[in-house]
């Protein structure tokens, strides 16, 4: 029984570090919250002065509210650069392209939508992909986003 808590424990995404900018409602719901596209922001741990904006659905109603409903896979990722960036060697070098930079839960177990970054040494430019993933199947609903590593003034 112990070892089930265990692997239930290991499959939820790690604590998110987002901070909620605002929301809209898109279905008024009479019963319960309204479904909504709600933007949040993050800043990605590993490169100070690169923060990543996501607007993702969420959905209402009273399975909503209480915190069982599946969101879609509906997300859309823009990043910028807010300050000076000095990039990490093992980001320079490739060895953490593809590393997991935000996971947020989208239902009540084992669908989440991830952010990941890779680096284009030749273009010099940080790459952002966003996806929803489930444990059996994902979505291919995907989202890109890009900061060009340029001198800060």
Known sequence: MISVMYFLVALLPTAVLAETIGSVSTVFKLVG???KIVIEAFDDPDIPGATCYLSRAKKGGVSGAVGVAEDTS???IACR???PIALP???KNGKEDGEEVFKKSTSLLFK???VVRFYDAKRNVLI???YSDRIIEGSPKNSISIIPVTPWH
Do not use: M, P, R, W
Request: no cysteine; net charge negative.
């Open 33 to 35: 919250a309204n479904d």
């Open 74 to 76: 509906d997300a859309s």
């Open 81 to 83: 650069q807010i300050g």
């Open 89 to 91: 060697e093992k980001v």
């Open 112 to 114: 989440s939508l991830q």
């Open 128 to 130: 952002y992909l966003s």
